[in-house]
């Protein structure tokens, strides 16, 4: 199982970026029952933004919300996170993370890489 992040870039401040993280592997969606991202900027520690179930409950961290849009397309095994009205102080390296059944009684969390959202003037 692999997850790949793409979609990170420079924007100015108030500008939009959307960022996709595919899980490629031998799973099927119903295996996959949490998705996220995390984040980290320069000098701080890796925090969360936001969540989603396959059931699509979610859940975003205070300082995203109205601002984010966590989503998922469950036949392509894709997350998605819509950034709108975005801030410098958004400026972080975007790690995307899932919770995939490996066996009949338990699973792993697995990480893509990180992607590089930067927005600054």
């Known amino acids: 199982v692999q997850l790949q992040a793409s979609g990170g870039g420079s924007v100015q401040p108030g500008g939009s970026l959307r960022l996709s993280c595919a899980v490629s592997?031998?799973?099927?969606?119903?295996?996959?029952?949490?998705m996220g991202w995390y984040r980290q900027a320069p000098g701080k520690q890796r925090e969360f933004v936001a969540s989603i179930t396959f059931s699509d409950a979610t859940n975003y961290v205070d300082t995203v919300k109205g601002r984010f849009t966590i989503y998922r397309d469950n036949a392509k095994n894709t997350q998605y996170l819509q950034m709108n009205s975005l801030k410098p102080e958004d400026t972080a390296v975007y790690y995307c993370n899932a919770h995939i059944r490996t066996t009949s009684t338990g699973g792993d969390w697995f990480w893509g890489q990180g992607t590089l959202v930067t927005v600054s003037s």
């Open positions: 592997g031998s799973i099927f969606s119903s295996d996959i029952s949490v």
